[in-house]
């Protein structure tokens, strides 16, 4: 079978490779029907700084086929169609057994770990598959995954009113103006570098595209200050610029995976009550993030 | 939900590729290429094609 995998550092190869055999006891296997490319693939790719095996077969968000399980799979069987978790945790340690997996002390990630989905078959544990509406678009149930990481982000932010202002409109920035547009009752504010980006997001969510500078944040938000930011870019500069735009009080999660370090004065953030809050892919999000409005009514 | 979000999440796809194109379309994100939030590597046909 044909399958995408990366053997180090800007070494990702398309190859020829044989097709996983039967599933071993609680796997199950899956024909491949879509999956996303993820920021972090691209990242692993550049840095390898997650590469803890190779060659593996990349690729995290996927919606597959089942066609064969392993003994003792009751979750699942043959025919179902899923997505993975993409979150391989451990199931043992203080933070999953609190159900935070997404912070397990032994986190990996699919297709660094184990084989992912930039394949025509793989092989996963049955617990990380969660079974899907069959007649659901392939394409979107490919996005399952990023959503969930947008939600979390989303979810990470204190209630508020006013404006949202969300940086970076690549697919978790994106997603998130989404969920915020059809869940926030205020105003959604969108920026990104990307200008062809940024107003094919406006024109899907209705979220207006502003500058990250003061003078525009203020029109945006009539002159009431920002206290509510999604950070998407992983970029130290915009979460400068970002920093210089908010109101005090303000809370940003961070979700972007940056490259480079912050130099900011601790001051700032004690002075000014900024709260900056990782939120780090999902908690309980998958594979169906449904109820987000109840969830958050002022979000 | 994500029946709820099919529209909009299909129009914010960037491209759909096949598992050979994938080495290209990471350079071409790398490049900061794609006017789109999502590449997806499509390998189950859509039914009727």
Redesign the interface.
């Known amino acids: 079978m044909?399958?995408?995998r990366l053997h180090g550092p800007g070494d990702?190869?398309?190859e020829d490779i044989a097709a996983p055999g039967a599933p071993e006891a609680g796997w199950v296997k899956l024909?491949?029907?879509?999956?996303?490319?993820c920021g972090s693939?691209?990242h692993n790719?550049?840095t390898g700084q997650w590469i803890s095996r190779a060659p593996s077969t990349?690729?995290h968000e996927l919606t597959g086929?089942v066609v064969a399980v392993g003994e003792g799979v009751g979750t699942v069987a043959v025919g179902d169609r899923v997505v993975a978790d993409s979150r391989f945790w451990c199931g043992e340690c203080a933070q999953c057994r609190a159900a935070r997996r997404h912070l397990c002390a032994s986190l990996g990630f699919v297709g660094e770990v184990c084989d992912g989905?930039?394949?025509?078959e793989t092989v996963l544990p049955a617990r990380l598959l969660h079974v899907?509406?069959a007649a659901?678009?392939?394409?979107?149930?490919?996005?399952?995954e990023?959503?969930a990481v947008a939600l979390h982000a989303v979810r990470r932010l204190p209630k508020t009113a006013g404006s949202v202002l969300v940086v970076g409109?690549?697919?978790i920035g994106?997603?998130a103006a989404?969920l915020l547009s059809?869940t926030f009752s205020g105003s959604v504010l969108i920026a990104d570098r990307?200008k062809?980006?940024c107003e094919?997001?406006a024109q899907?969510?209705g979220a207006t595209i502003v500058d990250l500078d003061r003078e525009a944040i203020a029109v945006a938000t009539a002159d009431a200050p920002l206290l509510a930011a999604v950070e998407a870019t992983g970029s130290v500069a915009a979460l400068n610029q970002l920093l210089g735009v908010l109101g005090s009080g303000a809370t940003v999660a961070l979700v972007g995976i940056f490259h480079g370090r912050l130099d900011i004065d601790p001051n700032m953030l004690v002075e000014r009550e900024i709260g900056l809050l990782g939120s780090h892919a999902f908690a309980d999000e998958l594979?169906?993030?449904?109820?987000?409005s109840t969830i958050c009514p002022d979000r | 939900m994500l029946h709820d979000l099919s529209g909009p999440l299909i129009s914010l796809i960037d491209r759909e590729i096949g598992l050979d194109d994938i080495p290209a379309a990471y350079e071409r994100l790398l490049a900061g290429q794609g006017d789109g939030l999502k590449t997806i590597v499509r390998l189950r046909q859509p039914a009727g094609t």
Request: positive net charge; charged residues 25%.
């Open positions: 044909k399958a995408a990702l190869r398309v024909n491949v029907d879509a999956a996303g490319i693939d691209l790719f550049r990349a690729g086929t989905g930039f394949a025509e899907i509406d659901l678009d392939e394409r979107v149930a490919a996005m399952a990023p959503l409109c690549g697919t994106g997603l989404l059809r990307n062809a980006r094919r997001v899907v969510t594979p169906t993030p449904s109820g987000c």
